[in-house]
């Protein structure tokens, strides 16, 4: 029979009815919540769009121009216009944008620059490092003798006086300067200063902070740091990725590492979907958007300090706080339990010298990306450190949380999200 069109193919909800529900009902909660998780953000449609693909559907071993199969005639083009949009963003001499998240791109970085046993130093994770900086339940501190170094017990800052200590005693191979729950501005000059001191590698993690960076938001590594790691989405507001960016000298070294030394196929649809969110934090727009991140988290910090929150390091400088929940007499992970029943969805986390084990720990990490993304500005801020509060205040009274949680959904619905159709 000669063919008579395109036969039907079933929708997800067709095809699979569970997942497709389970997709909504993570629409309504990202739309009606409160998210306040430092490391989540809200993607546009575009980048969805780029994402969600048939790029999915191509294998892509190698680089541009060398690959080791044949098909790659479009797969290129899309893979040199994310590099050259990032170079571009960040000012950097080579990027790499093959690794599947953070940690991998990483463990590219010592896979490029050290060997088995070689001495890293990385900010503890008690101090609000990565765990890839190191820490001894990770593979970096399994395999690398891992020196961290930590905030200083009167304010809760970098002490670069033990830094370079550590440094001229143990003589590492690799610095890392990146946190993941650390509220200030990271001075890359100093620890160039001592990385150059001890003949080490200086690695900026810039993961949570990337979409600061390009913004001006944040002073950037670039000059300073010999490799800049980062993931894709956080502040950058990309798809779930990470990139590789350095000086040219090292362009080779790190190429091999991410492949064929980690990986092997690129995720196509991410490249794509990072080309696309390359192309808008080029804009005056994400500009404003970045400034306007670390504004609600200074605005958001002060009301916080109104309402008799202590917060770790007094402050912020960043998109980040960490609040120390021991003054108010609850843990880490009953305030955040009890703030997740009223919308506002944050996590418990461990604060520099906790006295609590990490899993139910003294703090609570909160961040502004995803809730500036909607447009939300200083007055939702002041409501937002009142309502916490309360909550906070009275984490078992049920009546109370549920007001809080209408308040929160009825905010929500007057700040559509980006991405999704409300």
């Known amino acids: 029979m000669p063919n008579t069109g395109t036969p039907h193919e079933p929708s997800l909800a067709e095809r699979d009815p569970e997942i497709a529900r389970l997709i909504r ?5 990202e739309t009606v919540k409160l998210r306040l998780i430092p490391s989540e953000n809200y993607v546009s449609r575009a980048v969805l769009e780029a994402t ?15 690959r080791y199969y044949e098909g790659q005639q479009v797969i290129d083009q899309v893979e040199e216009l994310a590099v050259s949009r990032l170079k571009s963003l960040f000012g950097v001499e080579h990027v ?33 490092g990565h765990l890839t900086h190191g820490s001894s339940v990770s593979i970096t501190g399994k395999y690398f003798k891992s020196v961290p170094y930590d905030v200083s017990p009167e304010d809760q800052r970098i002490d670069f006086g033990e830094v370079r200590r550590l440094a001229l005693e143990h003589k590492p191979k690799i610095i890392w300067c990146g946190t993941t729950a650390y509220p200030r501005t990271l001075d890359f000059p100093k620890f160039r200063e001592i990385a150059d001191e001890v003949g080490a590698k200086l690695c900026a993690d810039i993961a949570h902070i990337s979409g600061l960076v390009v913004g001006g938001a944040h ?9 800049i790691t980062s993931t894709t989405h956080k ?9 590789v960016m350095c000086k040219k000298e090292f362009a080779k070294d790190i190429d091999r ?7 092997g196929g690129p995720h196509n649809h991410t490249t794509a979907g990072i080309a696309v969110a390359a192309k808008e934090a080029s804009t005056p727009e994400f500009k404003s958007y970045a400034h306007a991140v670390v504004s ?56 520099p010298f906790d006295p609590r084990k990490p899993f139910d720990p003294s703090g ?36 109370l949380i549920e007001s809080v949680a209408a308040q929160v959904k009825e905010l929500c619905l007057g700040f559509p999200p980006p991405g999704i159709a409300v």
């Open 235 to 243: 502040t950058l507001r990309g798809p779930r990725g990470g990139l």
């Open 52 to 66: 969600g693909s048939i790029l999915t559907n191509k294998y892509s071993e190698g680089y541009a121009g060398k």
């Open 219 to 227: 002073p950037s590594p670039v000059g300073y740091a010999d490799v």
């Open 296 to 351: 609600n988290a200074k605005v958001l910090a002060e009301g916080l300090l109104s309402k008799g929150f202590t917060l770790v390091t007094g402050g912020t400088d960043n998109h980040l706080i960490l609040i120390d929940l021991r003054s108010k007499n609850v843990t880490g992970k009953i305030a955040a339990q009890a703030l997740d029943r009223a919308g506002i969805v944050g996590n418990y986390n461990a604060i």
């Open 257 to 263: 590492a991410v492949f064929p030394g980690l990986q």
């Open 364 to 399: 609570f990490r909160i961040g502004t990306p995803s809730i500036t993304s909607r447009g939300m500005g200083k007055d939702e801020m002041l409501k937002l450190a009142d309502v916490m509060a309360q909550v906070v205040s009275a984490p078992d009274d049920v009546k």
């Open 25 to 29: 009902d993570e629409e309504v909660r």
């Open 96 to 128: 790499n944008v093959q690794p599947y998240s953070g940690s991998p791109a990483n463990l590219a970085v010592y896979l490029a620059f050290c060997q088995p046993h070689d001495v890293i130093m990385g900010l503890g994770l008690p101090s609000g």
